[in-house]
């Protein structure tokens, strides 16, 4: 029994180690797509290391400005693995072409000590063109939240802009959240508990370091987290 068990968590520790050396802290992977002489899509991919996904658009694209999704575990490992097995430190930094009407792509890869960056258009090693497609498939999904709002009149009558305190989450967890837990998954944006909103301890004015991540991104990645019923930045028109 205690070989077993002794069995199991090296298996453990072996898989734990795979895992980080697979998705670091700093994971990071973005595409952007360039423009052409015609309508090609114009617009930028990046996931991070959370298998969160930001999508922004700018122009020949059903999907204009910043949108958002979380990628099921399975699809973002597929991602992770895939740019693993493709040795990027490999590659060129630059593709030339002669063809000036193609639009280019770049790709960036991020994790763990390797940093890499490649540009090009057609005349590119197969790999980066099945990574390129592989992206792409992700900016078609199904699924993606719009984090741009547009304001009316009244409601910026009601709430303006600067009114937001975007270091700042009020966050309302669902029954049976293991909150410190849930906490520690974001520890890499410094995220922490201020005070208690509610006597049953439920919903929490958190804050967190707005120069690792976006707020409005992270604020729909919060969102969208089955773990949270609602989550809403502190405004300063309100006194908690």
Known sequence: ???????????????????????????????????????????????????YALYEGERFTDKIGKHGMQLPSQKFESIASAFARADMASFDDNYPSSIADLPSTTIAYVNNTLTKRVTGKEERPQKLKDLQAMLEEVAQMEGWTSLDTTATEDLVAKTKEEDYIKNEIIIKFAPGTFISRWMKQHKDYALYVKKPLTDDKMTWLTHFNSKKIDPDTFLAQIQQDPAVETAEFNKKVEKR
């Open 1 to 51: 029994m205690r070989f077993l068990s002794l069995l199991l968590l090296i298996t453990a520790l072996i898989s734990c180690g795979t895992k980080k050396a697979l998705i670091g802290d700093n994971f990071s992977v973005t595409m952007d797509k360039g423009s052409c002489f015609g309508s090609c899509p114009v617009y930028s991919l990046n996931i991070n290391n959370k298998g």
